[in-house]
């Protein structure tokens, strides 16, 4: 029986350069869909599926993620002080318990493998997860938790996969698969952002993985192949592997939203804020309103 998935890597030490002027005081995984920053959604799928160790890989001008998963006393006492018990929950109930978090630093941006390969010491010889806060889901189960049920039965490297129109295989590492039966798929062989006239398949890897630790392995030849220049590709760690761990893909069934892009996170805020109930009827209203102020333009 597969050894339990405890442990989660949160890679999180980019510079997010696409959200500029934002990102340059801010990380990119503290921007806010509706109401919570993206790591919040990122952390969520990681308990649903059971983790119970986060260990975030960070960098310079991060230090506004280890302040939100802490407590904030003064916030706090001032909630209590005030009887503002459902902000109180709101800021505190999803808090995890003290020693569950750790924080590494990357020390360069050389690329996702090299983020992964800098929380070795800390994985150990256990089986991981990799979470990535851009990548937002929405759907009835959480994807790391079907992902955690699959490797239960399967063991190996799980990775969530999700259909991409065939233009778009340029933007993802796209799998080669061995087999296919809807929701399950094994996988044989991967390519870091093909050409669409040569990705063999339009079956892209989402930003949730669960690996086994031999990967790091794979990641110190890399790092040490690249003397610290080239960026360490996190794929082709994997693909290395698939001769001797059993790969599989889980489809992901639902909607994703690319939020390192800001058409993806724009596209997050209205379909999450259509998903809460008091909110829904004035987001719908203002779409009304927009669309129809702009008619010309959207014809």
């Not at 941006?109 to 929405?138: K, S, T």
Request: hydrophobic share 40%.
């Amino acid at each position: 029986m597969p050894k339990p998935i405890k442990k989660a890597i949160f890679p999180v030490g980019g510079l997010g350069t696409r959200f500029l002027p934002a990102t340059k005081s801010m990380p990119k995984e503290m921007l806010t869909v509706v109401d919570k920053p993206l790591i919040h959604y990122a952390f969520d799928q990681a308990r649903a599926a059971g983790i119970e160790e986060f260990i975030f890989v960070t960098g310079r001008n991060k230090s506004a993620i280890e302040d939100y998963f802490d407590c904030a006393y003064e916030l706090e006492e001032t909630l209590k002080a005030r009887d503002k018990k459902e902000l109180l929950a709101r800021a505190t109930e999803w808090v995890p318990p003290a020693g569950s978090i750790v924080y590494t630093r990357q020390m360069e941006p050389l690329g996702l493998g090299h983020a992964v390969w800098c929380a070795r010491h800390i994985i150990g010889d256990e089986p991981f997860a990799v979470l990535l806060a851009d990548e937002l889901f929405l759907s009835e189960r959480p994807l790391l938790q079907e992902m955690a049920e699959i490797y239960a039965e399967k063991g190996g490297n799980v990775l969530g996969v999700a259909d991409v129109a065939r233009e778009h295989t340029s933007n993802y590492g796209i799998i080669d698969p061995e087999s296919d039966n809807g929701k399950i798929i094994k996988i044989k062989g991967m390519v870091e952002k093909p050409h669409p006239s040569k990705a063999p398949s339009n079956i892209s890897i989402t930003g949730q993985y669960i690996l086994q630790p031999e990967i790091f392995g794979h990641l110190d030849e890399a790092v040490k192949r690249g003397h610290g220049k080239a960026e360490i590709q996190l794929t082709n760690a994997i693909a290395a592997m698939l001769k001797t761990i059993p790969t599989h893909g889980v489809r992901f069934t639902g909607r994703r939203y690319d939020c390192g892009s800001r058409s993806g996170f724009l596209q997050a805020n209205i379909a999450f804020a259509l998903e809460v109930p008091e909110m829904r009827a004035d987001a719908l209203a203002m779409m009304r309103r927009f669309l129809s102020d702009n008619d010309d333009e959207a014809m």
